[in-house]
């Protein structure tokens, strides 16, 4: 039975910790779009996306992630996310993500190449022969059109778990570090969301 304070007729209810998820990504608006659609007051998850302002190299998006940390900290059940690009970022900038993920069990890492709109092309479709960003987003507007990176669609939230199932088939081995050709570890990070 749950325990009485002051003689008060109304059990006292201990309120549970919702687990956090700290998202600092190199867009911003379409992922912190799409990351914030996993949101709901029924979960038990709670997603907090940093805003990048103009700021969209791979040292400031970990630049906001320490300083996120430092700022407010970072409980044990929780989790921090670093989710870049490819794009033309050098290994030097990479590795320094990767490294930074890597010193904590709950800290992450997520790299999508050529960008993050293919891990939104595997929403709907098995993404092959996607040579770089341009072929993207092409394909994507075939399932989305009219799509910008200003709006993220409710469309897309049906094929999560596709997606899930399309990138996980694609990082096979998993990739120690992030994926060289055309691939996403997004994945990796929605499954602990979903």
């Known amino acids: 039975m749950p325990k009485l304070i002051n003689n008060q007729s109304r059990p006292f209810r201990y309120k549970a910790h919702r687990k956090i998820f700290i998202i600092a990504a190199e867009g911003r608006r379409t992922e912190p779009q799409y990351f914030n659609r996993f949101n709901s007051s029924k979960s038990v998850i709670h997603i907090e996306c940093l805003k990048s302002g103009t700021d969209s190299a791979p040292r400031d998006v970990l630049k906001r992630m320490r300083t996120r940390i430092k700022e407010k900290g970072l409980n044990d059940g929780d989790e921090a996310w670093l989710v870049v ?58 399932h989305l059109p009219g799509y910008d990176k200003s709006i993220v669609s409710d469309r897309l939230m049906p094929g999560v778990g596709a997606a899930v199932d399309r990138a996980r088939r694609k990082d096979t081995p998993p990739c120690a570090d992030w994926p060289r050709a055309t691939g996403t570890t997004v994945y990796k990070l929605v499954e602990k969301l979903l």
């Open 85 to 142: 690009d490819r794009d033309h970022w050098d290994e030097a900038q990479l590795k320094e993500l990767l490294a930074w993920s890597r010193a904590r069990d709950n800290y992450g890492f997520a790299l999508s190449n050529p960008n993050f709109e293919y891990w939104l092309l595997l929403h709907f479709e098995e993404g092959d022969d996607v040579p770089n960003a341009a072929v993207c987003a092409s394909r994507l507007k075939r």
